[in-house]
């Protein structure tokens, strides 16, 4: 004997096989809507890992355009900024070189070619502090908030200094590092340039030796070896990967973007105290120039003759290190276009996949939301053409 299927059985199936359409029907209209395969983690797990992982690998990306950007930006300013520098010193070098000689019959101009060198330095100067990539100044190095060169007045002299530091400074030779290894203190790394950690360095020590590395590090010259050789390394999609045993960033991992403007220039003084740097070359040479007789040009002293001589063969050693920075900024700036174009190119293909994994196929999606719309519309029907109840239903 057959079971009885009652009314409210039948109501209950329909009810249950209406929601069941509706959900469907939702789901697909959703997926024409949102043109994805699928919306939640739960419809497709194996696809929405994928697609994460090539998302996060996108975002990253992103990142890495930002940043080279960014990086571009201040070493085109850098390049522009050089390239001026570069040709006012080319220009100011012919023009000291041309009055070498006291036979030479232009010799009477170097009086006036002192104040040219004096204001080609300060020129300079002016190019390098308005170097700027918003509120950043482009050749500061690691401190890039504050002006990298300052004038101040040293006994009556001008006296250049960059971030504080005088870049007249006297060479200090580093202790001996098999007779006297560095203290605990003292940076331990393979960089020689590296100063001690603030507050880490005591002033003074009873040790002799100690005392040594104490001297070394408190002076200018240890100073400017450190700020020459700073370093700002910004992650543009290479890896930024730390050797595992002594924690440095691998090589051709990252790029350095700092540009310290001392590093450019030139620091220190030789033996006879005349400046390695293009820049107090300039000014020595304008001074010595500034005291030549106004008419014959002849030098106020031999020890003149014998410095200038000396500074004309440093300006034109300066305007080649420029020139080599200058290729060098170039060599560097040509790098980030071409990894810039790697990165959209990188971009547009991870794009590519995301879409391929997650895009539906609109027509795909069209015909399955006209066939779950019309079974939708099927029940509906079904629903209007169920019997009433039963007296026995309606006892129950």
């Known amino acids: 004997m057959g079971m009885r299927i009652t009314t409210n059985m039948m109501m209950n199936s329909y009810r249950f096989d209406l929601m069941n359409a509706t959900n469907t029907l939702a789901g697909s209209r959703d997926k024409v809507i949102t043109q994805r395969k699928f919306n939640s983690y739960s419809e497709d797990p194996t696809t929405a890992t994928h697609a994460w992982r090539i998302r996060r690998a996108y975002a990253k990306n992103e990142s890495y355009k930002i940043n080279n ?30 009055v070498r000689g006291l036979t030479d019959s232009t010799a009477s101009a170097r009086q006036p070619l002192g104040k040219v060198l004096s204001n080609t330095a300060d020129s300079v100067i002016q190019a390098m502090n308005s170097a700027k990539y918003g509120d950043h100044y482009v050749f500061s190095g690691e401190n890039a908030l504050n002006v990298p060169f300052t004038w101040e007045k040293k006994d009556g002299k001008d006296v250049l200094l960059y971030r504080g530091v005088d870049v007249n400074a006297k060479k200090v030779d580093m202790p001996d590092m098999v007779q006297n290894p560095r203290p605990d203190w003292a940076p331990q790394s393979a960089d020689d340039y590296s100063l001690p950690e603030p507050g880490k360095m005591p002033a003074t020590s009873n040790d002799p030796k100690e005392q040594e590395w104490i001297d070394y590090y408190s002076s200018d010259w240890a100073k400017l070896q450190a700020l020459a050789h700073e370093e700002t390394n910004v992650d543009l999609g290479m890896g930024l990967e730390e050797d595992g045993t002594t924690g440095e960033l691998i090589d051709g991992t990252a790029f350095n973007m700092a540009l310290p403007g001392i590093a450019m220039l030139g620091y220190g003084v030789d033996e006879d105290g005349l400046p390695y740097n293009g820049v107090m070359a300039m000014k020595a040479l304008g001074e010595i120039f500034d005291r030549c007789d106004p008419k014959t040009g002849e ?22 290190y420029v020139s080599n920075s200058y290729s060098q900024v170039d060599t560097k700036k040509t790098f980030l276009n071409s990894n810039e174009t790697r990165l959209k190119s990188q971009g547009d293909y991870l794009m590519e996949e995301i879409l391929n994994l997650e895009q539906i196929d609109m027509a795909d999606a069209i015909t399955s939301f006209s066939w779950d719309y019309y079974c939708y519309n099927a029940a509906l029907k079904i629903g209007n053409q169920l019997l009433s109840q039963s007296l026995i239903d309606y006892m129950n």
């Open 69 to 98: 950007s960014d990086t571009g930006a201040r070493f085109n300013i850098a390049w522009e900024t050089l390239g001026s520098i570069k040709t006012n010193l080319y220009d100011a070098n012919a023009k000291a070189s041309a």
């Open 299 to 320: 030098y106020a002293s031999k020890e003149d003759e014998a410095n200038a001589n000396k500074l004309l063969d440093r300006i034109s050693d300066v305007t080649d």
